[in-house]
């Protein structure tokens, strides 16, 4: 696979001559983010001079009005380029722009990055992606050999709404696609949905790596690198069914985690659970916001960490065996609404109501259904929902599927409590549930909740 290079375009304009105070040469422009048509703030602006040994370089940082400037620079030729997390990401690789600095004077250089079609054409040479759609694309490297992995399958699932032109009706199916790593590990998928929520696995030699999310933003490609540990996968089949009492064992290995959480002003966190999917390994930050987790398996897995009163934050880490790794994550509080009062009469879960009178697809558990049920939490209930089984226990148990999945293997269900997304599903306590929904494969789920490995909607008691 092609490795993505882009070229950043520039404007030079002359300016008029600084006054005899000023005592140097100097360059300025803008950054432009010609994706979201916007100031690029934060871009790094690089001024490498390249007519003299040794070759010196000067750094400037874009402000939030995209401008950038070097002052007192010396006369000569400079090779000018952008660099920030965004590009990087994109594993930035076009040349840099040469303009001849005078001396006593000011040169203008406006720079922007390229297009969203340029991007994808170079991430995808030949190819029309529809509208709305993207390209995934990275390497898969061994843990165990920490080289490019080839012959890896990289398996993609997504939802995806249809609408039925006979019957007008709008419908969700799965949709999965999947491409096999080059000699040098390197795998490309173009025309996957852009803003949705994609679930990625590595499989190699009847082994299937841990599921992560990932997705496709406004700039039209994105660069996902991914790691496999033959020892930390599981073998690649379907999950065993929660009628047969066999639940497996969840994979462990010598890799270690370390880290901190932070509130967003940089105070440490204390007792917020930090814990890796898929693993058993969970922990709470100490007074310091400080965690280790220990006994990890090696490759790409998902950290969550979660703490009452602050937005859930999920990380991709990257662990190999033997090493410690480090992250350091900051949560920033939920926002509470003020209480509202409530005049006229309404129906108390209108959007449960509207889905069960239009939904085909998905089970619907009203107050009466759980009261007939007796059940002591949530995870009870999920035990009653075909489609759905529960890993762990308490607080931090998890939803997966149990349904045939072109992945293998299960995955995360999304549990959406009140309209925030992937929580717990012993987040709330069984007194407080008023009303449940659930979508074994997520068709006919809420657009916007979607996943192909079931969603499960609860709704509390108001």
């Not at 916007?38 to 602006?45: D, M, S, Y």
């Not at 379907?238 to 967003?264: F, H, K, N, Q, W």
């Amino acid at each position: 696979m092609r490795r993505v290079a882009l070229s950043l375009f520039a404007t030079l304009v002359p300016l008029a001559p600084l006054s005899a105070q000023s005592g140097g040469a100097r360059l300025e422009g803008t950054v432009t983010d010609s994706i979201h048509a916007a100031p690029f703030a934060g871009a790094t602006v690089r001024a490498t001079r390249v007519d003299v040994q040794p070759e010196t370089t000067l750094t400037a940082l874009a402000d939030r009005r995209g401008r950038y400037r070097f002052d007192r620079m010396a006369p000569g030729l400079y090779a000018v380029g952008v660099t920030s997390a965004l590009l990087d990401s994109l594993e930035y690789g076009g040349p840099a722009t040469r303009v001849a600095v005078r001396g006593a004077g000011a040169t203008r250089l406006d720079l922007g990055t390229p297009s969203r079609a340029t991007l994808q054409a170079r991430a995808c040479p030949g190819a029309v992606l529809p509208k709305g759609s993207g390209a995934l694309l990275g390497t898969v490297t061994s843990t165990d050999t920490d080289r490019p992995l080839a012959g890896a399958r990289v398996a993609v699932a997504w939802s995806e709404l249809a609408i039925d032109t006979a019957t007008q009706q709008v419908t969700s199916g799965q949709r999965a696609a999947s491409v096999t790593t080059d000699d040098d590990g390197q795998y490309r998928l173009c025309g996957v949905p852009m803003a949705e929520w994609l679930v990625v696995q590595v499989q190699h030699a009847g082994r299937a790596g841990a599921v992560v999310r990932t997705s496709i933003d406004a700039a039209g490609v994105t660069v996902r690198n991914l790691s496999f540990s033959a020892e930390g996968a599981r073998p690649f089949e379907s999950p065993a069914s929660p009628a047969t009492g066999t639940v497996p064992a969840l994979p462990e290995g010598d890799a270690i985690l370390a880290g901190t959480v932070l509130r967003a002003d940089g105070a440490p966190l204390a007792g917020a659970q930090v814990q890796v999917l898929g693993t058993a390994a969970v922990v709470r930050t100490d007074e310091q916001g400080a965690f280790t987790l220990h006994r990890l398996p090696a490759g790409t897995l998902e950290l969550e960490v979660r703490r009452i009163g602050f937005g859930a934050v999920r990380r991709t880490v990257e662990l190999r065996g033997g090493r410690t790794a480090r992250v350091d994550l900051r949560l920033e509080r939920a926002i509470a609404l003020d209480s509202v009062s409530v005049v006229a009469r309404r129906l108390k879960y209108p959007e449960f109501e509207t889905h069960r009178r239009f939904g085909i697809w998905g089970r619907f558990l009203d107050q009466e259904e759980l009261d007939r049920r007796h059940a002591s939490s949530m995870s009870e209930i999920v035990y009653t929902l075909n489609g759905f089984w529960v890993v762990g226990s308490g607080p931090g148990a998890r939803v997966v599927s149990s349904q045939p999945s072109s992945l293998g293997g299960s995955c995360d269900a999304n549990v959406v409590i009140d309209r925030l997304a992937w929580q717990r599903i012993n987040d709330v306590s069984m007194s407080e549930v008023a009303a449940v929904e659930a979508y074994p494969s997520g068709r006919g789920a809420p657009p916007q909740y979607r996943s192909p490995c079931g969603v499960i909607m609860i709704w509390t008691k108001r």
